[in-house]
């Protein structure tokens, strides 16, 4: 991906502090990804951030509803995963950090709970209609966590994650939109450029 891609551009307006954090990934700067997240997630972050998250999962959902039906069982380009799997992972995983950061905010977070984030693959039949309301769950998910976080962004958080480490309870939240913002980069690949084989791989 690049970082003069059009579809990143397009979102700045609409999630700029998403967008700054995930320029460190384009460019393979990790250190800039958690200067840039911890600069921007601090203590009032997550009324701002959660409305950023929305519009990355409208995002989401208007390239879901591009993308012909046997374009969503194409190959996903990690592990063998499908478009449906990557696009139910990220999903899920936009929801799990969020749910993780309010648990930890609230003082809820399981004794048993794992602490590494797993990288696990949505459905492999799901089709168009199954992934929107996906994607539409996990944002209300989103915006309720983010106010469980909120007040509470720079409390500690026990999950860590193989990419950034550990981070902060705002951190995940603005986090989870880097995240989308990887695999946006992916259907963006399938739908700018028709025809293909499979998707470019990214780091989940």
Same mark, same amino acid.
């Given at each position: 991906?690049? !970082? ?5 551009? !397009? &979102? ?24 840039? /997240?911890?600069?921007?997630?601090? @203590? ?15 995002? %989401? ?5 591009? &993308? ?39 003082? @809820? ?7 590494? /984030?797993?990288? /696990? ?17 996990? @944002? ?12 509470? $962004?720079?409390?500690?958080?026990? %999950? $860590? ?24 980069? @992916? ?18």
């Amino acid at each position: 991906m690049s !970082d003069a891609a059009a579809w990143i551009d !397009d &979102l700045a307006d609409g999630a700029p502090d998403i967008v700054a954090a995930w320029r460190g990934i384009d460019t393979g700067r990790l250190i800039e990804v958690r200067r840039e /997240v911890r600069h921007r997630a601090g @203590q009032g972050s997550a009324e701002r951030v959660a409305p950023q998250l929305a519009v990355l999962a409208d995002a %989401l959902a208007a390239i879901v509803d591009s &993308l012909h039906d046997e374009e969503v069982l194409m190959d996903g380009g990690e592990e063998g995963w499908n478009v449906a799997q990557a696009i139910g992972h990220d999903c899920d995983a936009r929801a799990g950090l969020s749910l993780a950061a309010a648990r930890a905010a609230s003082g @809820q977070w399981p004794a048993n709970a794992p602490k590494v /984030v797993p990288g /696990v693959a949505g459905p492999a039949d799901a089709d168009r209609a199954a992934l929107a309301r996906k994607i539409a769950q996990s @944002q209300r998910i989103v915006e309720r966590a983010a106010r469980s976080v909120a007040g509470r $962004e720079a409390d500690p958080c026990p %999950l $860590e994650h193989p990419l950034v480490g550990r981070l902060r309870c705002g951190e995940w939240l603005l986090f989870a939109g880097v995240h989308d913002l990887m695999h946006l980069g @992916q259907l963006h690949a399938i739908v700018d450029g028709r025809g293909t084989r499979g998707l470019p791989e990214t780091t989940r």
